[in-house]
């Protein structure tokens, strides 16, 4: 590959960006997420280095793979390269104008668990299930993204883990009481909270700290039984366990769903970890064998690109033709005296994009004359300046073979 330009789409966390960008040899577009090592941050290049060995270990259509890698030496910038994905789960429910069908959750359910039944397998917790996190392309296939959070879990595993993972929303109450000895059921009950997000259309559970999570946990799953409480020892109990034990209304609640996905979501916010099976038992369950089938990723609808960038970027301008528009009509009702021609709003993008591709061109040279591709980043959309500096004269790409 000769090179990449590429845009900032949005921040992922702390520790990366993430660019769109397209492949100026073959124009595929992909996905570059850039990792900073100029610090030389040993936390960072730990988290970094455990995430690519993590990808390195999955290989299945419902999970992203990593591509490749672009090292900056220039930059101390690492670049990891995947597919292009247009849509997040998150994204595409808020942006929707009519609810998924029943069919179309279903065909997203098993893909995801699909997805989560492959890293299990391989001893890998994803630990940061949320729609965020379930990017989508335009054929309808959903991939589990994102692996920062993630960790392989050793046969034999002595060492504590931590239990600050797993975004507020979608965590388990064994993570909120402190639990260091979990499994592969803190990703399943996420799974859950996404199963009822998707019928619902809205997050089950929005808590706004950890105290309030779990009680909403509490109110809707019932407490623990007193067993549990005795048999796990969680450093938190004696803090968050209720004076007066909770009763379970799942199915309450939810009491429009179907009968079938009543069953699952039942199993999925099992309160004790144990009850809520495996990812493949799911997968078993009638939720996916009862009419109507989950429908071909296929045969999904096409959308617009939906993620949290791209709804902004549309909002943003739905709002700059809506303040013009009530500019227009504001000076028309006070018009008496001579109107002032504004500016050609886009004499400035143009200017400065001409200029800015007269620096990428001289910049696609060393300074011995030999020529080197360049990593040159486009303007965002909608602004009169590029989103930042050249990516480096220097980058070599290498692909992320069999582990």
């Given at each position: 590959?000769?090179?990449?330009?590429?845009?900032?789409?949005?921040?992922?966390?702390?520790?990366?960006?993430?660019?769109?960008?397209?492949?100026?040899?073959?124009?595929?577009?992909?996905?570059?997420?850039?990792?900073?090592?100029?610090?030389?941050?040993?936390?960072?290049?730990?988290?970094?280095?455990?995430?690519?060995?993590?990808?390195?270990?999955?290989?299945?259509?419902?999970?992203?793979?990593?591509?490749?890698?672009?090292?900056?030496?220039?930059?101390?910038?690492?670049?990891?390269?995947?597919?292009?994905?247009?849509?997040?789960?998150?994204?595409?429910?808020?942006?929707?104008?009519?609810?998924?069908?029943?069919?179309?959750?279903?065909?997203?359910?098993?893909?995801?668990?699909?997805?989560?039944?492959?890293?299990?397998?391989?001893?890998?917790?994803?630990?940061?299930?949320?729609?965020?996190?379930?990017?989508?392309?335009?054929?309808?296939?959903?991939?589990?993204?994102?692996?920062?959070?993630?960790?392989?879990?050793?046969?034999?595993?002595?060492?504590?883990?931590?239990?600050?993972?797993?975004?507020?929303?979608?965590?388990?109450?064994?993570?909120?009481?402190?639990?260091?000895?979990?499994?592969?059921?803190?990703?399943?009950?996420?799974?859950?909270?996404?199963?009822?997000?998707?019928?619902?259309?809205?997050?089950?559970?929005?808590?706004?700290?950890?105290?309030?999570?779990?009680?909403?946990?509490?109110?809707?799953?019932?407490?623990?039984?007193?067993?549990?409480?005795?048999?796990?020892?969680?450093?938190?109990?004696?803090?968050?366990?209720?004076?007066?034990?909770?009763?379970?209304?799942?199915?309450?609640?939810?009491?429009?769903?179907?009968?079938?996905?009543?069953?699952?979501?039942?199993?999925?916010?099992?309160?004790?970890?144990?009850?809520?099976?495996?990812a493949s038992s799911a997968l078993q369950s009638e939720?996916?064998?009862?009419?109507?089938?989950?429908?071909?990723?296929?045969?999904?609808?096409?959308?617009?690109?939906?993620?949290?960038?791209?709804?902004?970027?549309r909002g943003d301008e739905s709002a700059r033709q809506?303040?013009?528009?009530?500019?227009?009509?504001?000076?028309?009702?006070?018009r008496k005296a001579t109107a002032i021609p504004a500016?050609?709003?886009?004499?400035?993008?143009?200017?400065?994009?001409?200029?800015?591709?007269?620096?990428?061109?001289?910049?696609?040279?060393?300074?011995?004359?030999?020529?080197?591709?360049?990593?040159?980043?486009?303007?965002?959309?909608?602004?009169?300046?590029?989103?930042?500096?050249?990516?480096?004269?220097?980058?070599?790409?290498?692909?992320?073979?069999?582990?």
């Amino acid at each position: 590959m000769g090179g990449y330009l590429a845009r900032r789409t949005h921040m992922k966390s702390w520790k990366s960006t993430v660019y769109k960008a397209r492949d100026i040899e073959s124009n595929k577009i992909v996905a570059l997420k850039k990792v900073r090592f100029a610090n030389l941050d040993p936390e960072r290049i730990r988290f970094m280095a455990r995430e690519i060995i993590v990808l390195r270990r999955l290989d299945h259509p419902n999970v992203m793979k990593l591509e490749g890698l672009i090292v900056s030496r220039v930059s101390g910038c690492l670049y990891l390269i995947f597919d292009y994905m247009e849509h997040d789960l998150r994204g595409l429910v808020a942006t929707l104008e009519t609810k998924l069908t029943e069919a179309q959750i279903k065909c997203y359910m098993q893909q995801l668990l699909n997805g989560l039944d492959h890293c299990h397998s391989r001893g890998v917790l994803h630990r940061d299930i949320k729609g965020a996190n379930l990017l989508i392309d335009h054929n309808g296939n959903l991939k589990i993204g994102d692996f920062g959070l993630a960790t392989i879990l050793l046969p034999n595993q002595t060492q504590p883990l931590t239990s600050r993972v797993v975004t507020l929303w979608y965590r388990p109450p064994e993570l909120l009481l402190g639990s260091t000895d979990y499994g592969v059921t803190i990703d399943l009950w996420s799974s859950g909270c996404i199963l009822a997000e998707l019928f619902t259309g809205k997050p089950i559970m929005p808590g706004r700290t950890e105290v309030e999570q779990l009680h909403r946990i509490f109110k809707l799953c019932g407490s623990p039984s007193e067993e549990y409480w005795k048999r796990s020892k969680l450093p938190n109990a004696t803090a968050f366990k209720p004076q007066h034990p909770y009763k379970r209304c799942v199915n309450q609640t939810f009491k429009d769903f179907p009968t079938s996905t009543l069953a699952l979501l039942d199993m999925l916010l099992a309160v004790e970890p144990e009850c809520r099976g495996t990812a493949s038992s799911a997968l078993q369950s009638e939720f996916f064998t009862t009419s109507p089938l989950p429908c071909d990723p296929s045969s999904l609808p096409k959308y617009p690109p939906s993620k949290e960038f791209d709804v902004k970027l549309r909002g943003d301008e739905s709002a700059r033709q809506r303040a013009s528009r009530e500019k227009v009509n504001g000076n028309d009702r006070a018009r008496k005296a001579t109107a002032i021609p504004a500016p050609d709003s886009n004499f400035e993008l143009q200017a400065s994009i001409q200029v800015f591709e007269k620096n990428s061109q001289s910049n696609t040279k060393s300074v011995n004359g030999v020529n080197n591709p360049g990593f040159p980043v486009e303007p965002l959309q909608g602004t009169s300046k590029p989103v930042c500096s050249h990516v480096g004269p220097s980058m070599h790409l290498s692909y992320a073979g069999s582990p």
